[in-house]
T-cell receptor, first 114, second 109 residues
């Protein structure tokens, strides 16, 4: 069984530029999560989807961050414009049923904002 | 008070010894508890989960949960150099999974 797929693995951009991250969850997993992990910290939830519906986006900085999961499978997380403080690893995870099951993480995208 | 607290370490353990990792949480309504291992530059990988008070064993790993004390731990027996990593405790409350900052474990050959 294929795991969670993310791309790109690394991204370096200058501040004020836009950036997008893509995630394909484990097949059959209805719940998808985007996390941000700063160095030396645990992952922090940005947004959770149940199928195509964002059911928890309370931690998403909505002035510059947006996310979508149009067909309830793949998801994209966007930052526009990026700031220096956005440098982090962005992790996508998925679980099989309404967020109650174990979450499995993708390899992450390491973002560096210069 | 942080929702999930872990000693950041580093914790150094001789090869072959038992490594003990601890985690406390603040939400008494928390229902499930997870331990993830994260190698440097990699994403978190699930090791174990536990829902009920007591111990749960899986190979060299034992998770222990005490809901009255709001405490969960992970024991690693016969520690190997490959166990050197950061161990993240995660607690599922009513709304989301919250991670601790992780404990960095180093196994000394």
């Amino acid at each position: 069984e294929a795991g969670v797929v993310q791309s790109p693995r690394y991204k370096i951009i200058e501040k004020k530029q836009p950036v997008a991250f893509w995630c394909n969850p484990i097949s059959g997993h209805n719940t998808l999560y985007w996390y941000r992990q700063n160095l030396g910290q645990g992952p922090e939830l940005l947004i959770r989807y149940e199928n195509e519906e964002a059911v928890d986006d309370s931690q998403l900085p909505k002035d510059r961050f947006s996310a979508e999961r149009l067909k309830g499978v793949d998801s994209t997380l966007k930052i526009q414009p990026a700031e220096l403080g956005d440098s982090a690893v962005y992790l996508c995870a998925s679980s099989s049923h309404r967020g109650q099951d174990t979450q499995y993480f993708g390899p992450g995208t390491r973002l560096t904002v210069l | 008070q942080k929702e999930v607290e872990q000693n950041s370490g580093p914790l150094s353990v001789p090869e072959g010894a038992i490594a003990s990792l601890n985690c406390t949480y603040s939400d008494r309504g928390s229902q499930s508890f997870f331990w993830y291992r994260q190698y440097s530059g990699k994403s978190p990988e699930l090791i174990m989960f536990i829902y009920s008070n007591g111990d749960k064993e899986d190979g060299r790993f034992t998770a222990q949960l005490n809901k009255a004390s709001q405490y969960v731990s992970l024991l690693i027996r016969d520690s190997q150099p490959s166990d050197s990593a950061t161990y993240l405790c995660a607690v599922r409350g009513s709304k989301k999974l919250t991670f601790g900052t992780g404990t960095r474990l180093t196994i000394i050959p």
